[in-house]
C-alpha cells in the first residue's frame, strides 16, 4: 500500500481518537483492538513495539501524577486523595497518546523512511522540510560515523569521561564536530548544485493510487468514527 495513504489513513484515526472524549471507555477499547488487529495483520513482533513504544513513559510518569493536581471534585483511593479531573486527564494522555504511537509504530514499521518522505511530498507537504527531512535522514550516518571516530580518538589519548572536569573537552569535541558536519554541509551542496540542483530531487517511479488501496485504508478511521458516534449516542 502506498505510504501516502497509510499516512492519511493514520492521521484520520489519530483526529478520531483524540476528538473522543475519556469517559468514552468502550469506543476506546474497540480503538485498541483495531490497532493490535492492524498490528497482527502487518504481523509486526510484540517485543519490537514493546521496544519502539518505551518513548511514552516519560509522557506516562507524568500522567500518574496528574490525579494528585488540580481542581474540582476530590475522592479517595485507600489513603490517597485524588482529583477526579486529573485523574480523566491523566487517563486521557495515557490512552490517547498511547494509540498515536501505536499507530506511528505501524506506519514506520510496514514502510522506509525514503517512501514516507515521498508520501509527504505527494500529499503536498512544503518542498524545502521533505529535503531537510531526506538530507537529515541521509546523513544522519554520516555524522554519527564522525562521532565514533573522534571518540576513538579520544580513547585512545587515555580519554575517560568520568566527572565535571571532563566537559569541557566533550564541548570542544561537540564544537568539532559540529563545524565539521557543517562544512560536509557545503560539499554536498555545491556537489548538488553543480549536478543541476534547483531545490527538487528527481522522483524515480510513480506511485500507484488504486481506489482500492483507499477504501481498504479509509475503512479503519471510518469504522473508528462509526463506534465513536455509535457509542455517544448509546450513551
Do not use: C
Not at 509522557?59 to 490525579?67: E, G, Q, T, Y
Amino acid at each position: 500500500m502506498p505510504a501516502h495513504i497509510k499516512i492519511v489513513a493514520g492521521l484520520l484515526f489519530i483526529i478520531v481518537a483524540v476528538s473522543t472524549d475519556i469517559s468514552n471507555w468502550p469506543a476506546f477499547i474497540a480503538f485498541f483492538l483495531i490497532i493490535i488487529s492492524v498490528t497482527q495483520v502487518a504481523k509486526l513482533p510484540f517485543s519490537t513495539v514493546a521496544k519502539r513504544s518505551l518513548i511514552e513513559i516519560p509522557f506516562i510518569l507524568f500522567a500518574i501524577l496528574m490525579p494528585f493536581f488540580g481542581t474540582g471534585e476530590r475522592f479517595e483511593v485507600g489513603s490517597l486523595n485524588l482529583y477526579r479531573d486529573g485523574l480523566l486527564a491523566g487517563a486521557s494522555i495515557v490512552a490517547k497518546g498511547t494509540l498515536g504511537i501505536l499507530v506511528a509504530i505501524n506506519l514506520s514499521a510496514t514502510t522506509t523512511a525514503r517512501e514516507i518522505l515521498r508520501g509527504l511530498e505527494i500529499l503536498k507537504m512544503p518542498t524545502p522540510m521533505v529535503q531537510i527531512a531526506s538530507f537529515m535522514l541521509r546523513y544522519i550516518n554520516v555524522v554519527n560515523d564522525e562521532m565514533q571516530r573522534m571518540a576513538v580518538a579520544r580513547s585512545a589519548r587515555g580519554f575517560e569521561a568520568t566527572g565535571v572536569r571532563q566537559w569541557p573537552v566533550l564541548a570542544t569535541a561537540a564544537g568539532a564536530l559540529f563545524i565539521r558536519s557543517y562544512e560536509r554541509g557545503e560539499r554536498v551542496h555545491l556537489a548538488m548544485i553543480a549536478r543541476g540542483y534547483q531545490g527538487d530531487l528527481p522522483k524515480e517511479e510513480r506511485v500507484a493510487n488504486h481506489a482500492k488501496d483507499w477504501i481498504t485504508a479509509l475503512s479503519i478511521p471510518a469504522l473508528a468514527l462509526a463506534i465513536s458516534l455509535l457509542s455517544n449516542w448509546l450513551g
